[in-house]
C-alpha cells in the first residue's frame, strides 16, 4: 500500500477543531463555500457541520503514534486533510486542526 492512499471511508457529519489566527480567513472562506457551518465554542475553537455527503479517508502511512492524520473530501470535489494531535498529559484535549493537501501523495 503506497503513503497517502485510501485504506477506508466512512461518513462525517460534524467535529470540533482548532483554527489559529494565521490563515484562519482563508481556511474559514473554504470551509463556508464547501457548504461548512462553523460556530465558535471558544478561543480559536469551532464546532463545524459538514454538508451531507462529507466524507472521513483514513490514509496509508501518514499518522504517528501522536498524530493522526485523515482526509476531509466534501462533495464539491475538495478536500482536506484533518489532523488530530494527541496529547501527553491528561490535562488538556486532543487538538483537531485542518490543512489544505501539500502534496499529489495526499490529494
Known amino acids: 500500500m503506497e503513503r497517502g492512499e485510501i485504506v477506508s471511508s466512512k461518513p ?8 489559529y489566527p494565521d490563515g484562519a480567513e482563508t481556511l474559514t ?3 463556508k463555500q464547501a457548504g461548512c457551518e462553523l460556530a ?7 464546532h463545524l457541520r459538514l ?3 462529507t466524507m472521513e479517508e483514513a490514509l496509508a502511512g501518514l499518522s504517528s503514534p501522536y498524530t493522526y492524520i485523515s482526509a ?6 475538495a478536500r482536506l486533510l484533518k489532523y488530530v494531535k494527541a496529547v ?3 490535562m ?3 487538538t483537531t486542526t485542518l490543512a489544505f493537501p501539500s502534496s499529489k501523495a495526499q490529494q
Not at 462525517?12 to 483554527?19: A, P, Q
Open 12 to 19: 462525517i457529519g460534524e467535529l470540533t477543531i482548532t483554527i
Open 29 to 31: 472562506q473554504f470551509l
Open 40 to 46: 465558535e465554542r471558544g478561543e480559536h475553537t469551532y
Open 51 to 53: 454538508p451531507a455527503g
Open 72 to 77: 476531509l473530501a466534501f462533495p464539491n470535489g
Open 88 to 90: 501527553l498529559s491528561n
Open 92 to 94: 488538556t484535549e486532543n
